[in-house]
């Protein structure tokens, strides 16, 4: 029986082969789609559940509160891991963590090779104990556990010792501390938060094990819990613990801890984050609906199709039952056709997958290979994938046709207002709804992201270079430098800073005059004079920063805040000039005001800003406000004078504008996902719709003939067969246009700076969505249109 009814099943696909190949392109679009997008969640869900003990792993972050304004922080002060692990009997190990120089690259030598090394952390020697990170050459108990020791993963070993036993060997870092390889370890996976390339043992340097302190918050700290602990009594216990050692008027954080499961999707709005590897739940979010939608777009195609052709397939069915056959036996037969369709499909659908892998790594981010796609999980997806389509597809040629009475099976067709042509057109309209909502989405996705691009900073970071500087041996070396880049004609104006705008800075607060409880928080960054000229940020009073070098007496810090600042300690930009900024530093006096500007990116307000002289923080960067039409000649002269000024140091830069960019990666590689898949979901609609239309043209041959023969033109045959199909074109933008709003509001809400969502947007894609269908439709109605009408009406 079962071998009967695949013979028939090859036997209808055969013998519809438009309808066929439609359908199978379809399913294997979306099939290899949906299959993309579940290892994208997949991969984004399973970030650091290799770690054997990951249910007991937690991450310490902090609510910081500043007057009205609350942060959540990754960091804790360095003596809060070992104190709580000594104090509180649920912590069963700690360990600190810090990227070097809060995040700068490092300059590495390794004999005479130089080397600039980003992804390089300090930690304590308990990492070993917390997390599963494999030594592959070295000793655990050993090889943090003192100070001027170094680890190296596998990549960078191979890169700093090629060919060579890196194991005992020195490597130099910033030219002034020296460690020894002690190990050599596998690299952190790709869906691993912690993503180090270097580890050097948290002793190595000093200062981060002498000056213990409960104010300086920049260390992640990670805890392993005991079993059975509770953490949220770990975190009153955490907080009574703070409370004793610190006096109330110096409390201004509230100890929290975060399940290691949850730091890579819900740490987006967690500052002082070291990983670059934090993920958006609302992307996997609409990733996961765009799979679905995707997903059901196909199986409706095929529904559709298989709606269109059971009415050639009535007589069929009404003289199968008719010669005895069951309703059970007839839902098999149809439910193995479509199982047959759906699993060639399947076959399809992941040659296609594979095919487009790459592509889909440039526009995601990843670095999936085939082993990753065809992981096990994997496969049980796509086996679920091939169950539901089966069942959802297959439904109603399977269950509605096998329900039917013989007698109403004899006829030749169903009528236009049965249950057939209703449930077409209901699905046509959930299709290009869906679409629609695509189209949508799409067109706010890129509106936000250019809005940002084109938004005025308040600064301008066009050919603006930040040459990081921190491995120079001398002062000299910085200052000759500097002064051989001034002579370049292509050089408008240099200057030193700390740090540059969406890079962070040093965080202090602020008071107002008398209120010294009132505070809020100020980004602070060590800067020269030139700094206002090389940003071109708008001075409103006063002056720029004055020369750091004064008389040693004089303890005064001069500061020159942006508008927010001065409008919250209640002064005019000119009223500002001169007055005390209380608790900024000891004794800091404003000596200008400069327009606000966005130094973070656009999901923050802007918030309080200062340039300052205080030698608290070193000047880490020469930035350098080109003016050239050849960027890359000029880049070339200043790598030149780098290496003859500092050639024990490697050249390491970035372009402030290109640096901007990365703030918003997560949003462009959404935007650019969703445009790419939007358009594979309207394409898939749109082969369903071009079967829809070549199967009216075809059930209307006669009536196409006559209308010919009395005179009509091509236009208005196309006319009457598009207009049904637009008709339903139009119902879907009525219906889409709300829920495209809803979801798109709610993802600009995340934005501090955004877009209006204009009316334009929704007749532009539902005018998409009508000159689409009806271009499909056009196809297939002109080809009817052009057919000899003697042929026509010899059609039976």
Known sequence: ???????????????????????????????????????YVQDEVSFDRFHTKVERIYRGIVDVTFGEISETWSSYPNIVGPTMKSEVAGVEEQMRMWEHNFGEPAFVSVGERKFVQKNFAWADSTIFKIFDLKLLAGNPATALNGPKKVILSKTVADKYFPRQDPIGR????????????????????????????????????????????WSNASFETFFLLSPGADPKKLEVQFNKIYEKNVPVENRWMKYRLQAMTDVHLHSATIGHSYSDRIGDPQQVRILIILAI?????????????????????????????????????????????????????????????????????????????????????????????????????????????????????????????????????????????A????????VLFYQQLNFIQQRNLGYKPDQVVAINMAAAETRDQINGFNHACKALSSV?????????????????????????????????????????DVLDIKLLAGKTVPAAEKDPKDTTVQVVVNKFVADFLG???????????????????????????HFDNFHQPIGGYAFHN??????????????????????KQIEALFNQSMPTSAFDYTFLDDHLNTLYRREQRTASVVMVFSCLAILIACLGLFGLAAFTAEQRTKEIGVRKVLGASIGSIVQLLSRDFLRLVLVSVVIASPVAWYFMNGWLKEFAYRINIEWWVFVLAGASAMLIAFLTVSMQSVRAATIDPIKSLKSE
């Open 1 to 39: 029986m079962l071998t009967n009814y695949l013979k028939i099943a090859i036997r209808n696909l055969m013998k519809n082969k438009l309808f066929t190949g439609l359908n199978l392109l379809g399913l294997a679009l979306g099939i290899a789609v949906a299959l993309l997008l579940l290892v």
């Open 170 to 213: 020195l490597i130099k870092i910033d030219n002034s501390l020296e460690l020894e390889v002690t190990g050599v370890y596998a690299d952190f996976p790709q869906n691993s938060t912690l993503d180090a390339e270097v580890i050097g043992s948290f002793p190595s340097v000093a200062w981060t094990v002498n000056n213990l302190s």
């Open 293 to 433: 939608v995707i997903l059901v777009i196909a199986c409706i195609n095929y529904m559709n199709l298989a709606t269109a052709r059971s009415q050639q397939r009535f007589r069929e069915v009404g003289i199968t039952k008719t010669v005895g056959a069951t309703r059970m036996q007839l839902a098999r037969r149809f439910y193995l056709e479509t199982a047959l369709m759906v699993a060639i499909a399947l076959v399809m659908g992941v040659v296609l997958m594979l095919g487009i892998l790459p592509i889909f790594n440039d526009l995601a981010g990843k670095q999936f290979g085939v082993l990753d796609v065809l992981t096990p999980t994997v496969l049980l997806g796509l086996l679920a994938i091939g169950t539901i389509v089966t069942l959802l597809a297959g439904s109603y040629p399977a269950l509605m046709l096998s329900s039917f009475n013989p007698k109403h099976l004899l006829q030749t067709a169903f009528r236009q207002k049965s249950s057939a042509g209703v449930l077409r057109r209901s699905l046509v309209v959930v299709q290009f709804s």
């Open 435 to 442: 679409s629609i909502i695509l189209i949508i989405c799409t």
């Open 492 to 532: 408008q104006e240099v200057t030193r800073a700390q740090t540059f705008p969406g890079e962070g800075g040093s965080g202090r607060t602020i008071s107002p005059p008398n209120s010294e409880s009132q505070t809020i928080p100020v980004t602070t960054n060590h800067a020269n004079t030139e700094i206002l």
């Open 571 to 597: 002064y005019t930009p000119e009223e500002a000039i001169g007055k005390k900024a209380p608790n900024l530093f000891d004794n800091a006096e404003i000596v200008g005001v400069m327009d606000n500007f």
């Open 614 to 635: 205080a030698n608290t923080e070193g000047r880490t960067y020469t930035l350098i406000k080109l003016q050239t039409q050849d960027l890359p000649q000029s880049m």
